[in-house]
């Protein structure tokens, strides 16, 4: 009975070690995908995403501060104001692309990274070219003669600047809706993964109790054959006896 046991479960136990260790291997593989492409969404794409909108929000406060400057141009408390805010959010400006431009970080590409690049030059030369007003701005008389004429005065002279410095506005926002739609996909192929994963290991589980329980009847039946043929041999046998 004992040996008859042990013939019976073993090949069970194998089985069930082999599928346990497929089911394993699957596993250790799907997960290992999903960290790859949750490491390109959120380390990446996501943080670079985030990334452009600050730069863009910080291009777009420096613009609004220069039409304040110009407004003001005759009120010289606030018009040095706007002038300082003006140099804050561009100092944060910079700040953001150095961080973007980073050769260690894999938030963006070596091509993106001279697109960068030119994104900074522009807003270099637009600040030059604001600050040179900011200086001509403190020679101005406290009470201009014809305030609405230095403004629009102020606004040419920015006009190349200000020019130039559009096509970091335009080009963070675009490649920032770039990354957030491949931020999506990736998300959508995480979700993809995980769904094909689960029901691959369904499967195999029930491929595999299928298999096992096939087997078992299997080695059962091999097991109680040789008994089967004894047992009429042995009917005979008696009536002859008698």
Do not use: C
């Amino acid at each position: 009975m004992r040996k008859f046991i042990s013939r019976l479960f073993s090949a069970a136990a194998v089985a069930n070690i082999a599928l346990a260790v497929l089911l394993v291997t699957i596993t250790s593989l799907g997960i290992a995908s999903v960290q790859r492409q949750f490491h390109n969404s959120v380390k990446n794409d996501f943080s670079a995403a985030a990334l452009l909108a600050k730069i863009r929000l910080h291009g777009e406060r420096m613009r609004r501060y220069e039409k304040e400057f110009f407004i003001y141009l005759a009120n010289p408390v606030k018009r040095d104001g706007y002038a300082r805010e003006h140099a804050d959010a561009y100092k944060k400006l910079l700040d953001d692309l150095d961080t973007a431009l980073m050769p260690s970080s894999r938030a963006f590409t070596d091509k993106e990274r001279e697109q960068l690049m030119l994104w900074k030059d522009a807003a270099i030369f637009y600040v030059a070219e604001f600050n040179r007003l900011v200086a001509d701005a403190r020679g101005l008389p406290a009470e201009p003669a014809n305030p609405a004429s230095l403004v629009v005065q102020y606004n040419e002279r920015i006009k190349a600047g200000k020019d130039r410095f559009a096509s970091l506005l335009t080009g963070a926002g675009e490649m920032r809706l770039d990354k957030e739609r491949r931020s999506q996909e990736a998300a959508q192929a995480i979700e993809q993964t995980f769904n094909r994963l689960f029901w691959l290991v369904m499967g195999l589980v029930g491929i595999g109790g299928v298999a096992v329980q096939l087997l078992l009847d299997h080695r059962r039946r091999n097991t109680m054959q040789p008994q089967a043929a004894v047992l009429p041999s042995r009917a005979r046998a008696v009536p002859a006896a008698q």
